[in-house]
């Protein structure tokens, strides 16, 4: 089946790191998103990862990438007051490249 | 280059009445998806059209349809509201041929039914 899971909330401290966690299902997905939606904005694409890659390194942006666990992280270095949005783990399956599954976000919020 | 654009923002409708929202692609893109995103949830697949054809479809009934025109743009049609339509409708274009089908969305319309 295709099914993305992701906590709801996360809370961290400015400057500190924030990390999102996200479990996937179908072993066939070729990509894998983070996706940010930032309040009535549309969904802005911040990064990818190819399916055969374990890790990937973007300024203050790193993915994890478990396959044998289905799992993917997002890691925020030096998370700011900017940074509060609600962010979206994605993948596409092999099986249907039309389309990106979505999990239900992690709403990100910034403590002073 | 311009980006995705949707219109019209906001709506409101009546249950039972039909609802067009329509998307204009990103310059250079060709093809668009369609997603239906409820209040505190992820978006959901409805369908793309890839060269005025339909290229995938979500777990959305048929009263949900769409159209692709020549120079990209698009409509989304949903027949038959219902009051479970209410959501945000994004838009997203992408190019086919890309190598990591990069969708780029719109902001989005955000239908209400009563």
């Known amino acids: 089946g295709e099914d993305v899971e992701q906590s709801l909330f996360l809370s961290v401290r400015e400057g500190d790191s924030s990390v999102i966690n996200c479990t996937y299902t179908?072993?066939?997905?070729?990509?894998l998103y983070w996706y940010k939606q930032e309040p009535g904005a549309g969904l802005q694409l911040l990064t990818y990862?190819?399916?055969?890659?374990d890790m990937k390194q973007d300024q203050r942006l790193t993915v994890l990438l478990n396959k044998k666990d289905k799992h993917l992280s997002l890691r925020i270095a030096d998370t700011q007051t900017g940074d509060s949005a609600i962010y979206f783990c994605?993948?596409?399956?092999?099986?249907?490249?039309?389309?990106?599954?979505f999990g239900s976000g992690t709403r990100l919020s910034i403590r002073p | 280059e311009t980006g995705v654009t949707q219109s019209p923002t906001h709506l409101i409708k009546t249950r039972g009445q039909q609802v067009t929202l329509r998307c204009s692609s990103q310059?250079?893109?060709?093809?668009v998806s369609w997603y239906q995103q409820a209040l505190g949830q992820g978006p959901q697949f409805i369908f793309q059209?890839?060269?005025?054809?339909?290229?995938g479809r979500g777990n959305f009934p048929p009263r949900f349809s769409g159209l692709q025109f020549p120079n990209y743009s698009s409509e989304l049609n949903v027949n038959a509201l219902e009051l479970d339509d209410s959501a945000l409708y994004l838009c997203?274009?992408?190019?086919?041929?890309?190598?990591?089908?990069?969708?780029?969305f719109g902001p989005g319309t955000r239908l209400t039914v009563l």
């Open positions: 997203a274009s992408s190019f086919i041929g890309g190598t990591y089908n990069e969708q780029f």
């Open positions: 179908d072993s066939s997905s070729t990509y």
């Open positions: 990862i190819f399916s055969n890659m």
């Open positions: 994605a993948e596409s399956p092999y099986s249907s490249a039309s389309k990106i599954i």
């Open positions: 310059s250079g893109h060709n093809t």
């Open positions: 059209y890839y060269r005025e054809e339909e290229n």
